[in-house]
């Protein structure tokens, strides 16, 4: 069983940052590809970044510039550096991740979401 905690939401003004944070944990073998996506009150969730096991990084073009996905492999972490935040950016963020587990092969395991608050 592989789990992935995140932490780090919250309210913040317009202009504001965050750092997001996701923590993988279990019977892992490897972490491939990792992400960050999210979902705005009455959209559909979309893919914000991803960052594979070597470091590189895409990026959905709104938040190109303001926001920096990173991990730290180590520690099996993986984390969202958000500036300039603006209201659009209102949403639950989810870590995603592509896992190898000991024992059952790939996984496709999802955090229980993290809900940012950017005021006007």
């Known amino acids: 069983q592989v789990q992935l905690v995140e932490s780090g939401g919250g309210l913040v003004q317009a202009g504001g940052s965050l750092r997001l944070s996701c923590a993988a944990s279990g019977r892992i073998f490897s972490i491939n590809t990792m992400a960050w996506y999210r979902q705005a009150p009455g959209k559909q969730r979309e893919l914000v970044t991803t960052i594979t096991s070597l470091g590189s990084t895409n990026y959905e073009d709104s938040v190109k510039g303001r926001f920096t996905i990173s991990r730290d492999n180590a520690k099996n972490t993986v984390y969202l550096q958000m500036n300039s935040l603006k209201p659009e950016d209102t949403a639950v963020y989810y870590c995603?991740?592509?896992?190898?587990?000991?024992?059952?092969?790939?996984?496709?395991?999802w955090g229980q979401g993290t809900l940012v608050t950017v005021s006007s």
């Open positions: 995603n991740a592509d896992v190898i587990a000991i024992g059952r092969g790939r996984l496709e395991v």
